[in-house]
């Protein structure tokens, strides 16, 4: 059984911090490239960030790069996105995924004072 597990998530005042956290179990994690998405009330899914399968590269959408990072312990099975400098507007459910083939359940980032 394939289980993506975030978390991490919770309320934080803007310019805070938070680290999300996403645990892999029942597939090869180091196989895929692990993606974190976010859907904020109202919007479209959007595409966070990317890190390939050895680490070395990442991507990252406009509004992230710069102040989240992405990396990944293939040894533990998990992917991380660090986010530093929260916005307001960066409140959404956080969601990892594998490939786009297997989802987690997503986890709640909320920004406000």
């Known amino acids: 059984q394939v289980q993506l597990v975030e978390s991490g998530g919770g309320l934080v005042r803007p310019g805070g911090s938070l680290r999300l956290s996403c645990a892999a179990s029942g597939i090869t994690f180091s196989n895929y490239v692990m993606k974190w998405y976010r859907r904020a009330p109202g919007k479209e899914r959007e595409l966070v960030a990317l890190i390939t399968i050895p680490g070395d590269i990442t991507n990252y959408a406009d509004s992230a790069r710069g102040r989240f990072t992405i990396s990944r312990d293939n040894a533990k099975n998990t992917v991380y996105l660090q986010m530093n400098s929260l916005k307001p507007e960066d409140t959404a459910v956080y969601y990892c995924?594998?490939?786009?083939?297997?989802w987690g359940q997503g986890t709640q980032v909320t920004v406000s004072s």
């Open positions: 995924s594998a490939a786009n083939t297997w």
